[in-house]
């Protein structure tokens, strides 16, 4: 585990996690808008997703057409930039990110980066909790 230089414009942290008998690495970089989460077995970026906070406005005005009523529960957008697009599990690991990024009062969108030799649910449970535990060092 290491964490950046304060000196460093970007805060970032990063760790090696052995994950099924496959070496994981996972580094989380923190920019002034963004969050990058990348997580790699095979040594690229694999798969990547953009999730973010839908603006109040958008999310009014959607439910208001749809429901006929306001609702102020938060609405994510999340999207396959790259990659799978057929993976409803990388989906559900941007979305359990982007929650635990916007509980914890950061409206930062995610970037995340997925290189994965296998899209199980236990690999992709075990790097959501070890990059909600880190992230913390890094918003």
Same mark, same amino acid.
């Given at each position: 585990?290491?964490?950046?230089?304060?000196?460093?414009?970007?805060?970032?942290?990063?760790?090696?996690?052995?994950?099924?008998?496959?070496?994981?690495?996972?580094?989380?970089?923190?920019?002034?808008? *963004?969050?990058?989460?990348?997580?790699?077995?095979?040594?690229?970026?694999?798969?990547? !997703?953009?999730?973010? !906070?839908?603006?109040?406005?958008?999310?009014?005005?959607?439910?208001?057409?749809?429901?006929?009523?306001?609702?102020?529960?938060?609405?994510?957008?999340?999207?396959?930039?790259?990659?799978?697009?057929?993976?409803?599990?990388?989906?559900?690991?941007?979305?359990?990110?982007?929650? *635990?990024?916007?509980?914890?009062?950061?409206?930062?969108?995610?970037?995340?980066?997925?290189?994965?030799?296998? *899209?199980? !649910?236990?690999?992709?449970?075990?790097?959501?909790?070890?990059?909600?535990?880190?992230?913390?060092?890094?918003?």
């Amino acid at each position: 585990m290491r964490t950046s230089n304060p000196a460093f414009p970007v805060r970032n942290t990063s760790l090696c996690l052995d994950i099924n008998g496959h070496k994981t690495d996972i580094i989380i970089s923190s920019y002034e808008d *963004h969050i990058l989460v990348m997580a790699t077995q095979i040594g690229s970026m694999g798969t990547i !997703l953009q999730a973010s !906070l839908r603006d109040l406005e958008t999310v009014v005005a959607l439910n208001f057409r749809k429901e006929g009523g306001v609702t102020t529960d938060p609405t994510y957008s999340i999207s396959v930039v790259f990659g799978k697009r057929d993976e409803p599990m990388l989906i559900a690991c941007a979305r359990q990110l982007i929650e *635990h990024i916007s509980n914890s009062g950061s409206s930062k969108t995610l970037v995340l980066s997925l290189g994965l030799r296998d *899209h199980s !649910l236990g690999i992709l449970k075990t790097i959501v909790s070890a990059v909600t535990e880190k992230l913390a060092e890094v918003i």
